[in-house]
């Protein structure tokens, strides 16, 4: 076999310090090329498996700060239009259905209420809002990091302790996806010192026997993580768009809404029927007056000229175009920069209207004054309204 296998940091630092080995023969020369080839493989994996349970926590964070709201309002719906068809027929089976509609509403967790009860750590900086994937950069330190540092690339205990201490700095920082504090620990690390066996050394080879067999082990291990975490709710949803997960979110806030405007539709259908067989006309209308409030919206044409707007998108779309003088805060953003917004009447604009309505709703939540722009940057650039490019191109909406 020929060709140069990739060294560890002490088979560096050996042939450095020493002239080559002369293996004494091809079966040992082979082996070290299996073990290297193995632990490739294994560091390889792992960033994988960690990369993939990173953006499954992520992906869990953000959906229930953006969706969870919406899909509280589908629950909502559901209940009300069970409600007014129990009212309407006097039914007992719909009466039950009506009363587990309600029950289902009653019974969903305040998850921020229960956030709010748990103790609190002193008062700090408020954490950067995470994004689904870490950055490529993130990535590459992290694999860099993982290859240089993993405790099981030495067989000193002490060794392994500090690196077992350092792994977790470097974990830490990777699920935040913090490149600088990943850049920063690989400057740190650069003089760490190696204590696997050097390749003349008599134990190299049961250590490279041990290694072998816990290499394949691990591979296997890691392989199985893969699949569960590939199997979750949230794995399977995010298999739905892995190469651009942060707008599945905005996909799913679509067809939640278009669910929404169905039950809203069936339920003023409802309500405006003939006849009133015990319904209570004041609550009618006080129901149809909240549904048409609880979303402001208004199309693109209709926006002032000077209104304050917030885009809601990523860099890359504000990039390709935007409305000159818009404030932009992508969706991911928006909570933990509530307090840039402008305090007053906000027209919220992302692509095509999705984003920009879960926003809209958190921000009437909050007691803010907020509308949302239907059909977003595609209904902007169709209404004829200007936009312009971050580098002074023709603008377009991506």
């Known amino acids: 076999m020929t060709g140069r296998i990739p060294r560890t940091e002490a088979q560096q630092v050996s042939a450095e310090s020493s002239s080559p080995v002369q293996w004494a023969d091809q079966e040992r020369w082979q082996l070290e090329e299996r073990v290297a080839a193995a632990e490739l493989a294994w560091l390889t994996l792992e960033v994988d498996v960690e990369t993939l349970r990173v953006e499954i926590d992520n992906f869990a964070l ?121 850049a920063e620990l690989t400057e740190e690390w650069s003089t760490a010192p190696e204590a696997a066996p050097a390749p003349e050394a008599p134990d190299r080879l049961d250590w490279l026997n041990q290694r072998l067999e816990w290499l394949t082990g691990k591979i296997g291990r890691l392989a199985t993580e893969q699949v569960r975490l590939e199997n979750t709710p949230m794995g399977e949803l995010l298999r739905l768009a892995p190469q651009e997960p942060d707008r599945l979110l905005e996909e799913l806030a679509d067809q939640l809404l278009g669910q929404a405007a169905a039950k809203q539709a069936e339920l003023e259908r409802l309500l405006a029927g003939p006849g009133d067989n015990g319904v209570d006309h004041q609550r009618t209308q006080e129901t149809q007056t909240m549904f048409a409030q609880q979303l402001p919206t208004t199309d693109a044409a209709s926006v002032p000229a000077e209104a304050p707007l917030l885009d809601v998108r990523e860099q890359d779309e504000w990039d390709a175009g935007h409305v000159d003088g818009a404030l932009h805060i992508p969706i991911g953003e928006v909570i933990a920069r509530i307090e840039e917004l402008p305090d007053e009447k906000l027209y919220v604009l992302c692509r095509v209207g999705g984003r920009s309505a879960q926003v809209v709703q958190y921000l009437v939540a909050q007691g803010r004054e907020a509308v949302n722009v239907d059909g977003g940057m595609f209904a902007w650039e169709a209404a004829g309204r200007p936009m312009v490019s971050s580098d002074g191109r023709d603008a377009f909406v991506l």
């Open 62 to 182: 953000i959906h229930h700060q953006l969706l969870g709201p919406l899909y509280a309002r589908l629950d909502e719906l559901d209940a009300l239009v069970a409600e007014t068809v129990a009212a309407r027929t006097g039914a007992s089976e719909d009466l039950r259905r009506a009363a587990e509609a309600r029950q289902r509403v009653d019974e969903l967790p305040d998850l921020d209420a229960l956030f709010d009860s748990l103790p609190t750590e002193p008062a700090t900086e408020p954490e950067p809002p995470r994004r689904v994937r870490p950055g490529k950069e993130a990535q590459r330190l992290y694999r860099e990091l993982a290859r240089r540092a993993h405790p099981d690339l030495t067989t000193d205990p002490a060794e392994q302790e500090r690196r077992v201490a350092f792994i977790a700095r470097v974990n830490e920082a990777y699920a935040h996806g913090d490149a600088k504090a990943l």
